[in-house]
């Protein structure tokens, strides 16, 4: 007998999926310092584990929760912030206000197949089709990390996010030619459906991965640059004795507060000691 994949058992493992990075990241956040965007990924996980937790209910709550909240706003929801997130982390301007249409969209369609022209076909179509731009929109931005970064670091995700939007056209495809029924609930539906749950599960923890990666080597980029800067006040400097200039490793004399202020994070102020304050205001 062949192994036949339960597509409710599906659902919810992506859903523990996005429990534990949602739990993750609440966690990392109140102990550690975090870029921007990565509030914007956390709330993401959330949206992804309450939507495969309301569609995985399918059948046991009312349609609008499973149907139009679960399976059609929050799955959008989660793409919207997402690419927002990656967008703040490379300090993109928001682009919060049309990456919010897909899912607008969604609510309106899901209402549209759900009440007024039941179609489950239709739905995942547009699901699949509605995702697309905050996934492209992230794939975009992943030049910036290769600039940024390691190649190894955004490789990674590059490699994700591309499966993810393969993912959704062959999803949609393959919707589209299948026998489904208008009324069919998507418990019921083809084998096919159970797959690309499976498929959906694997590309979404290896984004988390991904997305935990980059982060880490930010950090890690920032650090290396801090203990640059730092070793740079380090050892011995040459200094005029009569000017009290610096000579850096070019050769060229700088003056101290110039040299010091390239190389950490001082800002200088100037006034007079009490000493030189008695000198200067007696010469006056």
Known sequence: M??????????????????????????????????????????????????????????????WASIVVGGNVLQLLTCTFLAEGLGQFFGQTSRLRWLSVPPVIGLITGSYFTYLAPNLAARIITVSLFTLPALVYGLWLMRLAARSFSLASSFWLVLTLGGLIALNLAR????????????SDLMRAPISQS??????????????????????????????????????????????????????????????????????????????????????????
């Open 195 to 284: 797959y690309f749950a499976l498929l959906l599960s694997l590309f979404v923890l290896a984004l988390y991965l991904g997305l935990l990666g980059l982060h880490s080597r930010r950090t890690e980029v920032e650090l290396n640059t801090a203990l640059v800067e730092l070793n740079a006040l380090e050892g011995m400097l040459p200094i005029c004795s009569y000017c009290k200039k610096i000579r850096d490793e070019k050769g060229e004399w700088n003056q101290l507060e110039a040299y010091i202020s390239d190389r950490s994070a001082a800002e200088f102020t100037h006034g007079y000691c009490p000493e030189c304050a008695t000198k200067f205001i007696k010469d006056l």
């Open 2 to 63: 062949g192994i036949q994949f339960d597509l409710r058992s599906a659902v919810f493992f992506n859903a523990v999926i996005g429990l534990v990075f949602f739990l993750y990241t609440l966690y990392f956040g109140r102990m550690h310092r975090t870029h921007p965007g990565f509030r914007e990924w956390m709330l993401s996980s959330l949206f992804y584990f309450v939507s495969q937790t309301l569609i995985g209910l399918r059948g046991h709550i009312p349609d």
């Open 172 to 183: 949609a495809a393959e919707t589209a030619s299948a026998d489904i029924a208008p009324l």
